[in-house]
C-alpha cells in the first residue's frame, strides 16, 4: 500500500483547526498582517477562518480586530504567528489509488547490471562443479571401501617382481629335500659353522625336519627331540657370527660397502643410510662369492641357495602376483604397509646409487630388493657391544 504524507494540527496550538493550504490564502495572510487589506481576487479563496463578506476593508477608525482606533490614529498591527505542524504519516485509504491511480509506484526494482549477471551464472557454474566433485569422490571412498574398485596408483609403481610358479617351486624343494638328506646336510654344515667360532655351540636335541602345508607352502622347522627345561640354553652364536649393521659396515672386504662408506665421508651433504641396508650389501655381497673348500665353505652364504630366497619371499605379499594382491584391494595392509615398505626400500637403493653410481649396473633393484626383505622380515633388534665402548651394550639390528 501506498504512504501519504498528511498534516494534522497539533492538538496544544491555540489557533485551532487548520484549513486546507492554498498559495493565495497564504499571500492574503501575509498582507493582513501588515495592516493592509488584501483584494479579492478571481479563483482566491477567503483567507482562513474569515467569511467573504469579511474581507473586505474595515471601516475608517476601527481596527482588524474589531475594536475604537487609538488616539494618536494609527493602526494596531498584528504580529504573525507561526503555525506548528505535526507530521503524521497513515496509511492511503480507496480514495487515493483512484485519485493518482495504478501507474503511481512509491518503489521500483532495481535491474542487474550485465556483471552482476555474469557474475552469477559463473558462482552458478562453480558451485555445481564442486558439488559433483565432492559427490565423485564420496562415490570412489565407498567403492575402494567396498573392494569394489581396485586403487590405481599412476604417479609412482614400483618396481615388482614375482615367482611365476611359486606352488611348483614349493613342490619342487620339498621332493628335493626329501628324496635326499639334503636338509639334514645343511643343517650338519650350518652346526659346524655355529661351532667353529669362538664360544659357540649347538645342542644335540636340535633337528631341521621339512615340512609341505595343505596349501602347497615348503617350510623347514627347527625341531627338538627331547624334553627342553625352561631357560635352556640351545644355542651359543658367537658374536663374530651376528651380522650387525655396524659390523657390515666395518667390513672392508667388500668392494661395494667399502665405496659407499668412503662416498659417505666425502659428501657435502649427509647421507643417511638405514642399518638394514649396510647388512642387506653385505649379504648381497658375500652371496655372489665363488666358494671353495676349507673354512669359506663354512660360511653362512653357502647355505643360502637362490631357490630357497625365492620361495621364502613369494609368500610376502611385496613378492605376490596381480591375483593374489586382488584379494587385499581396500585393505590398509595394500593401500599402506605394502607400499610404505616398496617406496623405503627404493629410497635406500637411490641413496646408494647417489652415492656410487656404479651400483645401479653391478646390484640390480630387483635384487637388492630381495634381500632386503630377508633381512627386514629375519632382522632382530638385540643388545650387542656398542661400537665405540665396548663395556656397554646398545641396541642393534
Known amino acids: 500500500p501506498r504512504t501519504r504524507l498528511r498534516a494534522r494540527p497539533s492538538s496544544s496550538h491555540p489557533s485551532g483547526p487548520l484549513q486546507p493550504f492554498h498559495p493565495l490564502s497564504a499571500i492574503h495572510n501575509k498582507i493582513r498582517s501588515f495592516g493592509f487589506a488584501p483584494c479579492s481576487l478571481p479563483g482566491a479563496p477567503a483567507a482562513p477562518g474569515v467569511s467573504p463578506a469579511m474581507s473586505a476593508a474595515p471601516p475608517p477608525g476601527v481596527s482588524d480586530l474589531g475594536g475604537a482606533s487609538s488616539s494618536s490614529g494609527g493602526g494596531m498591527r498584528r504580529r504573525p504567528v507561526h503555525a506548528h505542524y505535526d507530521w503524521h504519516v497513515t496509511e492511503g485509504d480507496g480514495g487515493d489509488e483512484d485519485e493518482y491511480g495504478d501507474d503511481c509506484a512509491v518503489f521500483e526494482d532495481e535491474q542487474p547490471t550485465k556483471f552482476q549477471e555474469y557474475m552469477g551464472i ?13 559427490a565423485v569422490n564420496a562415490l570412489l571412498f565407498v567403492g575402494e571401501k567396498l573392494g569394489i574398485i581396485s586403487p590405481q596408483y599412476d604417479d609412482w609403481n614400483p618396481a615388482r617382481w614375482f615367482h611365476h610358479d611359486a606352488h611348483g617351486l614349493q613342490k619342487e624343494l620339498f621332493k628335493n629335500a626329501t628324496s635326499s638328506s639334503a636338509t639334514a646336510v645343511q643343517f650338519t654344515g650350518l652346526k659346524k659353522w655355529i661351532e667353529g667360532g669362538p664360544g659357540g655351540w649347538v645342542s644335540t636335541k636340535l633337528v631341521m625336519n621339512d615340512y609341505l602345508s595343505e596349501k602347497g607352502r615348503y617350510d623347514r622347522r627347527l625341531e627338538v627331540t627331547e624334553a627342553v627345561e625352561k631357560d635352556e ?4 652364536l658367537p658374536l663374530s657370527h651376528v651380522l650387525s649393521a655396524e659390523f657390515c659396515q666395518q667390513d672392508l672386504t667388500d668392494q661395494t660397502i667399502r665405496q659407499v662408506v668412503e662416498m659417505q665421508r666425502r659428501s657435502v651433504e649427509h647421507v643417511d643410510i638405514a642399518p638394514w641396508t649396510w647388512i642387506t650389501l653385505y649379504m648381497l655381497g658375500h652371496s655372489k662369492k665363488e666358494h671353495g673348500g676349507g673354512g669359506s665353505a663354512l660360511r653362512f652364504d653357502t647355505l643360502l641357495r637362490s631357490e630357497y630366497v625365492d620361495a621364502a619371499l613369494s609368500y610376502i605379499p611385496l613378492f605376490w602376483d596381480d591375483d593374489s594382491l586382488h584379494w587385499l584391494n581396500g585393505t590398509d595392509l595394500l593401500n599402506v604397509h605394502v ?58 639390528l
Not at 366 to 394: C, H, Q, Y
Request: aromatic letters at 12%; charged letters at 25%.
Open 339 to 396: 607400499l610404505e615398505v616398496h617406496a623405503a626400500i627404493e629410497t635406500e637403493y637411490h641413496k646408494l646409487i647417489y652415492l656410487v653410481p656404479s651400483i645401479e649396473q653391478s646390484i640390480p633393484v630387483i635384487e637388492f630388493k630381495k634381500w632386503a626383505m630377508v633381512v627386514m622380515s629375519r632382522g632382530e633388534t638385540v643388545e650387542l657391544p656398542d661400537r665405540d665402548n665396548k663395556s656397554k651394550t646398545s641396541p642393534q
Open 122 to 134: 559463473f558462482l552458478d557454474y562453480v558451485f555445481w562443479i564442486l558439488l559433483a566433485y565432492c
Open 233 to 236: 640354553i640351545l644355542v651359543k
